[in-house]
């Protein structure tokens, strides 16, 4: 017959054995899907470290390329200033004369004394002479009408001995029309003008006679 004492043996019994099992347990392995996730995590940690230290590189390598860009335009705008100034010089004149000239003499500058243009103030009206500023390549054109009933020849001079363009104005029973255009290459301080080269009358009409010029491009 079961007692007290003995029910209670038992339970203690069984207790103790219970214990003991779950102690002599192994703890339990991770799962293989957990493990794969951690891998997965600290590969893609790994991936964005490098991509950090790529784009450090890149920026530095950036600036460099900056810099260097920026010396070499300030190199290149130090060389090409002074001769972008250059070009960029205008001169360029019209003149006509106000008056009829009637009387000039063989190898005399004709003096356009109405100033139209006169960019760079290389024209001077009191001597009829172009001065050149700068070296380079120039145009010259010159129109002369003569007087009624007679004829005039005129010339386009470089440094007053020159002759490089000529001109014939002149008509029978009323006024002729002559003009001629030049391209002459000048040094800094070269002379043009327009000069008498031979005449019946050396007449020339006002208003209708012109001189101009300009530069094309220097050297």
């Known amino acids: 017959m079961f007692s007290?004492?003995?029910?209670?043996?038992t339970y203690l019994l069984l207790f103790v054995l219970v214990v003991m099992g779950v102690a002599s347990l192994e703890a339990p392995s991770a799962c293989p899907c957990e493990e794969k996730f951690l891998e997965r995590i600290q590969d893609l940690e790994r991936k964005v470290n490098e991509m950090y230290l790529d784009s450090d590189k890149l920026t530095t390598k950036m600036l460099d390329t900056i810099e260097s860009v920026d010396k070499l335009l300030a190199s290149g705008v130090a060389g090409v200033g002074p001769l972008a100034?250059?070009?960029?010089?205008?001169v360029?004149?019209?003149v006509r004369t106000s008056k009829n000239l009637p009387y000039l003499s063989e190898s005399e500058v004709i003096k356009f004394d109405d100033v139209l243009v006169n960019n760079g103030g290389a024209y001077d009206k009191h001597t009829g002479i172009f001065t050149s500023p700068v070296s380079g390549v120039y145009l010259f054109s010159a129109s002369i009408l003569s007087g009624f009933n007679s004829t005039i020849e005129t010339m386009i001079t470089l440094n007053g001995q020159h002759d490089v363009s000529r001109i014939y104005s002149g008509a029978f029973k009323n006024r002729g029309y002559g003009?001629?255009?030049?391209?002459?290459?000048?040094?800094?301080?070269?002379?043009?003008?327009?000069?008498?080269?031979?005449?019946?009358?050396?007449?020339v009409h006002g208003k209708w006679s012109t001189f101009c010029g300009t530069l094309l491009e220097t050297y």
């Open 4 to 9: 007290v004492g003995s029910c209670n043996q």
């Open 92 to 94: 360029s004149f019209t």
């Open 85 to 90: 100034a250059k070009q960029r010089q205008i």
């Open 179 to 203: 003009s001629n255009t030049v391209v002459l290459n000048l040094r800094k301080g070269d002379e043009v003008s327009v000069a008498v080269f031979y005449g019946n009358g050396n007449y």
